[in-house]
């Protein structure tokens, strides 16, 4: 019974002793979210779940896996572990190591139960609470009921060898005094989203953004029309008015603009109409282009910017002449791994969603938005464009987006140290 008892006491040690050290290397490798975040993101977890969750209830929650709660947990994990492996007062370390694995199987109990990934006891290892649950935690909790210390006393006499209890305190005295003050100093420089203020620019270039593909729409345009006409100048020439009209209404189609025709002379190279001045197609309030057919023949196009409207407020839409205010390119465009996911996300209107592996809710909104996207691809809406960021830690596992997104994929360099434990959304109008 004794020598069992030493084998499970051992064993429970040496598990909290590596995990001690998984979680310090975390701490030091990784960015840690502080208690107050944690309670946000309980706090806006239970929002979106519809519930409203005390605030007492949010801070205990949030506590349990912040960096404030590591500091805690790392030192007493350690001196735990080491106190079940040495042996002293081995009635008294049975009785604390049992409570906490005890305790222990309700943490994980609640991990398993709110659909975490990971049991959290390793740092940067990941493990089912499922697994954590049935093959440690249970197993070790029941062996220790099982496989008493019998024959040992809770207190002294008889004391332990002095030079051995020693050897044994000094050191995990030490750790635990030294442990917290070494992971402030070791704490990675982290990159945090900035909080930054409202963009008031927005909104101005977003408008002058789509004048100004308004404008690139109408030149292409011009360019297919000037391409009819030289078509039309090397066909036999008609007098047919309905024929004419034919042609202009095939190159037109899809094309819902305001055109003008105008006609030179009563005598053309294209055709000889009389009473043919101006012919109407799709009319938007796009304003116009005007194609003038002289009688030698020459096309002369321009285009005709629309007068700005009202946008429902008392301020008028920009003219695409305006300058926009000054901004700066996105700062994270920088960390992008992949140089042609840069480049996409710096062309037109990008919606971009920063997630994490192990990040619920981004599991929750990436389909999503994934399958609003293709909504839109499919009814033809090309305006904007969703890309999907992953931050490091990556896995191959990695089931946040779904594997037949139509959406940009990237990823984030595992070079720096990222801050983000939640979906930080980014709208991008040419980088910026």
Same mark, same amino acid.
């Given at each position: ?32 979210? =502080?208690? /107050? ?9 239970? $929002?979106?779940? %519809? ?10 929650? %949030?506590?349990?896996? =912040? ?42 109990i609640g991990k398993w139960v709110t659909g975490a990934k990971s ?8 493990? &089912? ?7 440690? +935690? ?48 070791? $704490? ?6 900035? @909080?930054?203020?409202? &963009? ?12 100004? $593909?308004?404008? =690139?729409?109408? $030149? ?19 007098? @047919? ?40 197609? =799709? ?10 057919? *002289? ?18 407020? &008392?301020?008028?839409?920009? &003219? ?25 996300? *710096?062309? %037109? ?28 691809? /499919?009814?033809?809406? /090309? ?15 990695? @089931?946040?987006?779904? +594997?037949? *997104?139509?959406?940009?994929? %990237? ?22």
């Open positions: 019974m004794k020598t069992a008892n030493k084998i499970i006491m051992t064993l429970a040690g040496l598990l909290l002793i590596v995990a001690a050290g998984l979680k310090f290397y975390e701490m030091i490798d990784t960015c840690i979210p =502080s208690w /107050d975040v944690k309670t946000q993101a309980v706090i806006t977890a239970a $929002q979106k779940a %519809g519930e409203q969750m005390p605030a007492w209830k949010a801070n205990t929650l %949030g506590f349990w896996e =912040s960096y404030e709660s590591f500091l805690i947990q790392i030192p007493l994990e350690f001196a735990l572990g080491v106190w079940l492996v040495s042996g002293l007062f081995r009635k008294g370390s049975w009785i604390v190591g049992t409570l906490a694995y005890f305790f222990f199987i309700f943490v994980t049991c959290g006891c390793f740092g940067p290892i990941t493990v &089912d609470p499922k697994i954590t649950l049935f093959a440690m +935690d249970i197993p070790i909790f029941l062996m220790m009921l099982i496989f008493r210390p019998k024959g040992y006393k809770l207190l002294p006499p008889p004391w332990p060898k002095v030079a051995y209890m020693l050897a044994v305190a000094i050191p995990v005295l030490a750790v635990m005094a030294l442990a917290a003050p070494a992971i402030v100093t070791l $704490q990675p420089d982290c990159i945090e989203p900035k @909080d930054t203020q409202p &963009d008031e620019s927005a909104k101005l270039r977003l408008q002058i953004h789509k004048l100004k $593909q308004g404008l =690139s729409e109408k $030149q292409q345009e011009i360019e297919t029309l000037k391409a009819a006409v030289t078509e039309l100048k090397q066909t036999p020439r008609t007098t @047919d008015k309905k024929a004419f009209i034919g042609v202009l209404e095939i190159i037109a189609t899809d094309k819902p603009n305001f055109y003008e025709i105008h006609i030179g002379g009563k005598q053309t190279l294209i055709l000889n109409a009389e009473n043919l001045e101006t012919i109407y197609l =799709s009319v938007r309030d796009m304003g116009s282009q005007k194609f003038a057919i *002289t009688e030698a023949g020459q096309v002369e196009m321009n285009w005709i910017a629309p007068e700005p409207t009202k946008n429902g407020t &008392d301020q008028p839409i920009p &003219d695409a002449n305006d300058t926009p205010p000054v901004v700066e390119k996105w700062e994270w465009l920088q960390y992008v791994v992949e140089d042609e996911v840069r480049e996409q996300l *710096t062309e %037109g209107l990008v919606v971009v969603m920063i997630h994490r592996h192990d990040c619920p809710t981004c599991e929750e909104m990436a389909p999503r938005y994934s399958e609003y996207y293709a909504e839109m691809a /499919d009814q033809g809406v /090309d305006e904007f464009k969703i890309a999907f960021l992953a931050v490091p830690p990556y896995h191959e596992d990695e @089931d946040t987006v779904p +594997d037949d *997104t139509p959406c940009i994929l %990237g990823k984030l360099t595992d070079e720096k140290k990222w801050g983000l434990m939640s979906p930080l959304v980014v709208a991008l109008l040419d980088g910026e």
